[in-house]
């Protein structure tokens, strides 16, 4: 490995830029005049940036759900294991969202006498899922993204991913095969043949052909990221995501090769990816940089891990406390605790409060959350975990609250409402809103 890739530095030593935003934002002008194009002009918007942008540029831009349909056989019989995989991650997906959304309650209670308030959590109507096929179509993305829609009862589940080319013509519609198989397999009740910024406009504003969401999820290169962004208020959305990070804390128990190979995970996804390991052991941080220049070794000059673990490094520190403060001041979107099971890691595992997953010991690699544990792998970066959490059921659900009275006996205004009336008739003259005032006044004068 280089002398300055995956270096090895103090805690005092470590740099500003690493508790600095980091988010792409060169070359991204020309995102919102494709939006614009595509609220404007629709899907001749939409295809007149597929021809210039993708690969395929169909005429039609839905995908027959018959061609899903075919799609999820051939999976079936050409790839079984990997059926079986996705049918796993899929049924595990569904049963950990279920279990969030049964956690959002219904109620209502009398607040004071006569005063009823309460809440009801509904789901939104439609939803725009991106699933991303660049070099390596995210499979798993169809489930992350999915999922947690289904179970939360949308009515209807929208997937888009790039065109690809048609084998029989290249005026008819086509997105990866696997991704369609998965799409099938999960739910998703339409899927469209688009990428890009034109994609999330699309979904966003509603054209001939495709119909408006109430929210769009799912992760994408730094244009479909923007497109989201400049798209958020117009929709909801889930995140807006900068460069992949974890972060692994890690003691002499800790193995080595297996540090490292979570470290390479991480790495691999792109250039800014960041891979950072905080331990008390130097002699570890040794090892795991030994194991990672044999792991990089063969991978090209290229490779995006390289580029990635030039910027990233494992930090030295006095003790396992000092790392959980760093780990809660930079917030990783992935956060390891690689140390053996005991008071120790259960005191650092309640310590730690700013990450977007969490995973608890030698055996909870990172990876078991990006496919098969039921968790979602969509999930905050660059800090954003100090104030949100990753993808899930809740994206998907609006909490309504309702507000209901009750009179006396008599007629009169119970005393709950008569208390909160004359309460909201002094603060709207406090506020100089006399309609306001009004409204409560006249409730009172009737006694309801």
Request: glycine residues 8%; hydrophobic residues 45%; charged residues 25%.
């Amino acid at each position: 490995m280089d002398e300055g890739m995956f270096r090895i530095i103090d805690e005092a030593d470590i740099p500003a830029s690493f508790w600095s935003f980091r988010r792409h934002s060169d070359g991204l002008e020309g995102v919102l005049p494709i939006m614009e194009a595509v609220r404007e002009r629709g899907d001749a918007a939409v295809r007149e940036a597929a021809g210039k942008y993708d690969r395929a540029n169909p005429a039609i831009l839905e995908v027959p759900p018959e061609d899903a349909v075919r799609a999820a056989e051939r999976l079936e019989r050409e790839e079984p294991e990997l059926y079986r995989s996705v049918c796993l991650s899929r049924d595990l997906a569904l049963r950990f969202a279920s279990l969030q959304r049964a956690s959002f309650t219904d109620f209502e209670t009398e607040l004071s006498p006569g005063l009823f308030t309460g809440q009801r959590t509904v789901p939104v109507e439609r939803v725009g899922a991106y699933v991303p096929a660049g070099r390596f179509p995210l499979i798993s993305t169809v489930i992350m993204t999915v999922c947690p829609a289904k179970a939360a009862g949308v009515d209807e589940i929208i997937l888009v991913s790039p065109p690809a080319p048609h084998p029989e013509s290249a005026g008819l519609p086509a997105v990866d095969w696997r991704i369609l198989a998965v799409a099938r397999l999960c739910g998703a009740h339409r899927v469209f043949a688009m990428g890009g910024p034109q994609s999330i406009a699309a979904l966003a504003y509603g054209t001939e052909s495709v119909p408006k969401a109430d929210v769009i999820v799912g992760p994408g290169n730094r244009y479909v990221t923007e497109a989201k962004r400049l798209a958020f208020g117009e929709v909801g959305i889930d995140l807006v995501a900068g460069p992949s990070e974890v972060m692994v804390i890690a003691d002499s128990s800790a193995r080595p090769d297996w540090v490292a190979a979570d470290l390479l995970a991480q790495a691999e996804h792109d250039a800014d990816a960041q891979a950072i390991l905080v331990t008390a052991d130097r002699a570890l941080a040794d090892a795991v940089r030994s194991e990672l220049s044999r792991l990089v070794g063969p991978l090209p000059d290229r490779a995006a891990a390289r580029a990635s673990l030039a910027k990233s490094f494992a930090i030295v520190v006095p003790d396992l406390d000092a790392a959980a403060g760093i780990a809660n001041r930079k917030a990783p979107e992935h956060l390891e605790l690689a140390l053996e099971s005991g008071a120790e890691r259960d005191r650092l595992a309640a310590a730690v409060r700013n990450f977007g997953s969490l995973f608890v010991g030698h055996g909870a690699a990172e990876v078991l959350g990006d496919y098969a544990a039921g968790l979602n792998h969509t999930l905050p970066t660059v800090g954003t975990a100090r104030f949100t959490g990753g993808l899930s059921v809740r994206h998907f659900l609006k909490t309504l609250t309702t507000l209901r009275t009750v009179p006396a006996a008599d007629g009169a205004a119970a005393p709950g409402t008569e208390a909160s009336l004359e309460a909201a008739e002094r603060m709207a003259n406090a506020e100089g809103l006399e309609g306001h005032a009004l409204a409560a006044r006249c409730r009172r004068a009737r006694g309801s």
